[in-house]
């Protein structure tokens, strides 16, 4: 059985990279292309690497019949989804790659975007899709919200410690280093190859980074009681991945033991022998994500670092496995090719 | 049915390859990984990115039992290949991605590799393994030597057209942009990322370079006649990919039918529409190979620019395709993987 | 004594490539920088990496006091550069980066840049900047037009093989790799690092890129007769640098030796022992150009390799050349950097 | 009046940098270089990037006629350098690139480096090298001892703010991504092209990178007690450039003061206004430090960031630095060259 996909937002790269995902599943056939600063182009010359795929011309969304589509992926940029998504039919399974319906609650949205929630209806119903911890909500939702790319990647490392009481909650620094994939195809001086190779540095320093918003939330539901971390991002001149470095008081064996337990039958999150950290080369381009726990030197102390590549666990793979539930398929399908080294 | 492979230099870059190709086959098991710098270590611990594959230790190649494997993937160093291809079962398949049998005459190997040949008698029977081209002779083969990265690009773009003489065999120039991974794993200083990133320089200048053994060889073989083509390579601050630009004297628009002619029910070779031309991002990680063809502004003249990855159509990927024919298996299963971009 | 200096487009890399430099300068004093779009912006804001500088902030062009102004660097997008620089003081010295007043023939302009030129008067008085082949002309022009960066790289790599006529004028092929940099700062989807990096195509293929104008310019008034070359740029995953394949018939040893002699008390123009060829990187951040001489297989065919720096020898460092000429300095003062590498 | 150089380890990275720096000072002149696995090379074989400059041939260190010398720069690797010192003239004016002679307790010398200190008598009469730090004593001495690249940026953002009591001592976390280059021009698998660019990671996590040696040192000398950092470095792909981000437990307004205070005399270190963050492609090739403060969303909590280049002001340039004060020449001499960028 076949079921028909179709994806708004065809043009940027998490867009391209579902349909690079797609092309490897099972069961599932796209239907339909919106995306609309390019619509009537043909998918070859908005990605030529995409070029031998049989796949239908970009569309405007508004001339998508959505009445053959099974399943709706939506990888439109924040705000904008919101809007569209309060249009498409009531009763349209919907994978959300936007920040749009991550955050419960809406005074939580507007402060961290700046902007009222258009779409309060669908809000409510949303699943937040981070698949591993949200599974069976995911497998019987209409809508889900896809994590934050560096939300999953903090996450992934951090909620069974806080879950089981591990680490100190007031005591998180997360320092996270990101590839350029993740701030999209937009056009920006400071993403040209000429201001971004050969340097790094942080930004939305002390604070102020969006996917705070969801960590907050998430964080704080687990331990029962606020809790904010510290987290500050850097833009590194990579293509994809995003490596977590964070640093946690508690034991590290105990910090191992309780990740190692967490995901032993998890298809995708590999937790290395203790003492090893991951390296984001290592899970280029697939759906995995590496987590490594190393003790410090200082007593009581310990680094935990995940890796995962943005574009694919931190986006497009994520949705590719929550649409893979919501439509009762094998999770891992389309979702196992190997990272791509070197 | 499952169809049962080892692999020999599964630590270098080729090895890695096919170990990920072969992942995302069908009916293909990897029973052996040899390896001998690197013999008793776990796969894991050479390469981490194949860390969540089931796969056996790697173990010298003289501790390998034959006796169950169907097909064997020699991914040596040359010289060394042809010493241990020497010694393996009479009787098993074989695909070589070496250099060692890629040259008919063992003088002309002598001349390119300045050593005698150690292995005349496999050498005679080994089957030149440009898919494309050698097909059925493929399929029936025992021994099959893969094509040069370097030398499957350039074949690519110009065989069709020495074939149907519609360029002037004389004239011949290719300017080729490769990658760094084509030189392998190997420990040399400028090779190291501090020599090799943001600059970019020509090497083995002058017609010295060793994949112009298999130009002679196959180019001359097609005219009927001697022909000699220019090429200079050079090496590019990326990890993969090889872009062959070549410029020869020939009617743009009839060399543009001829490839299209040639290739257009070729699963893997897709000729651009004339005009435009190719992009080594855009074939990334996959086993297609791009051509293009521009018109100049001279009278008479055309530039035709190919573009494939070396690591997959230029060695592994190829080498897979013609296990599949050898196997008789479907020629593509393994190798439908679309390109990682970005 | 001191020269005081307005640098005009001071936002862009060029421009910031001219302060660099002239931080280093011995006599020159920057009293002006005009950059239209950021008036009003501290240099430190457009570019931190000059923040410890003691500079005037950016202005409008306009409020710019010519009176002061010993000579002006116009680093402006051509079209743009002409309108401006008709209306500067009729006396005042300008070295003009654009391609603006580069093409003689007002014809060969609108056919290449597809517009009316606007400024014919200054046109008129335009002297080459291709300093080491119009030293004594721009030591007495008001208004000196800076070489095109490619055009640059190939003319020094053939003017004197043209001139002493020991090359065939008819099969001259360049192809050109080229970095980033040389695109500019604009916002342009191709050039952002996620879409450039770990990737190289060819670009303006067949002759239709403008530094052919200045090519046949040239070229033809130094052969006295028509002389067209065949130009194929390709944008290379790096920030600076040239380099050029130049495929030629004639004598190797012969093209050493006239190029050779032709450089010999050059400062900047180095040319390598016969058979060694350059690299980018060996030349970056500097002045320098190197130049190698290689000879092919076949018989009475050469290659000759250039490669320099686009935004030092190919735009600002040569533009600072001929300002210290025209105000009657030392060739080399400010512009004796050693490259940067690694 | 001209001082004589010599450069032993003149064929790593950071005697080529040496050389670079050297080329553009007023008063030094390179009298001999050594090398010993590359004696009896032309500098310009081993660095072509060099080759405009009239300077000897690399030598073996044991044929330097050290009497006419006036300062030797050691750029050796570490406990090479101690058996070469301990040889030298005992009048001869050192600066030692090396790790040798950074820590002054041999037993510390011992933990880290993992071998007994063969020059004890050097060791005893050795200065550390943070010039802004260290002046007067640099000034005055026959043997300067470098700081490590690592250690000196975290000095610089550190030390005023260790001293002056704004920050909790307990609770200092250094999070620090590092350029290639610092790995030196060895011949290692993790240091190829193909194996670092498009991925980071961290290394010698958990407290066991050496440099942790000089940290341990400096920071419980200026508290008056044991001060223990946490310190993880992280291999990003880029040739140049560490950028530490500290995370601190203090008022950012104090913390940003008083690191203002300290520093604003002197010519390199610069800090940002507060809330700005350095990057390291700002310092890329120059001897300048800049240090930005930011306040986190957490009360109490900030994090200091510090940028510079390790070839520079991490070892070469600070070498330069503190040759000029030995030799009783203005600081700054050789130094003052722009980043740059792109």
Chains 1, 2, 3, 4 share one sequence.
């Not at 992934?156 to 005591?171: S, T, W, Y």
């Not at 999209?184 to 993403?191: A, C, I, Q, T, V």
């Not at 105990?254 to 298809?267: C, D, R």
Request: proline residues 4%.
């Amino acid at each position: 059985m076949t079921h028909n996909i179709a994806i708004l937002g065809a043009s940027g790269y998490t867009g391209a990279e579902l349909i690079r995902l797609i092309a490897g599943h099972s069961s599932m056939q796209i239907k339909a292309l919106g995306a609309n600063s390019k619509a009537g182009q043909r998918l070859a010359d908005v990605f030529p690497h995409l070029r031998h795929l049989d796949l239908p011309d970009l569309v405007l969304i508004e001339d998508i019949d959505f009445a053959d589509i099974d399943l709706c992926f939506c990888a439109l940029p924040h705000k904008t989804s919101q809007e569209v998504i309060a249009k498409l039919p009531k009763a349209l399974k919907i994978v959300d790659l936007s920040a749009d319906f991550r955050l419960r609650d809406p005074e939580e949205y507007a402060k961290w975007y700046g902007n009222k929630h258009a779409a309060l209806e669908q809000q409510e119903e949303a699943v937040y899709g981070l698949t591993e911890f949200y599974r069976e909500e995911i497998a019987k939702a209409r809508l889900v919200a896809g994590t934050g790319c560096n939300a999953a990647t903090g996450q992934f490392a951090l909620r069974p410690l806080i879950e089981k009481g591990v680490i100190d909650l007031d005591e998180i620094i997360m320092d996270l280093k990101c590839a350029v994939s993740g701030a999209g195809r937009s056009l920006k001086e400071n993403l040209l190859h000429a201001e971004l190779s050969e340097g790094y540095h942080a930004y939305s320093i002390g604070g102020t980074h969006r996917h705070l918003g969801e960590f907050d939330q998430e964080f704080s539901a687990i331990a029962g009681r606020p809790v904010k971390v510290q987290f500050t991002p850097h833009l590194v001149p990579a293509n994809r991945g995003i490596l977590a470095t964070i640093y946690v008081k508690g034991d590290a064996q105990v910090i191992h033991e309780t990740l190692k337990n967490a995901y032993e039958s998890e298809p995708f999150i590999v937790v290395l022998p203790q003492g090893e950290a991951p390296s984001t080369r290592h899970i280029r381009g697939s759906n995995f994500c590496h987590i490594g726990v190393v003790a410090d030197r200082i007593e009581g102390r310990a680094i935990v670092i995940a890796a995962l590549d943005n574009l694919t666990k931190g986006s497009s793979g994520q949705a590719l496995q929550n649409a893979n539930l919501m439509l009762g398929l094998d999770e891992t399908d389309g979702l196992m090719a190997v990272p791509l080294f070197p």
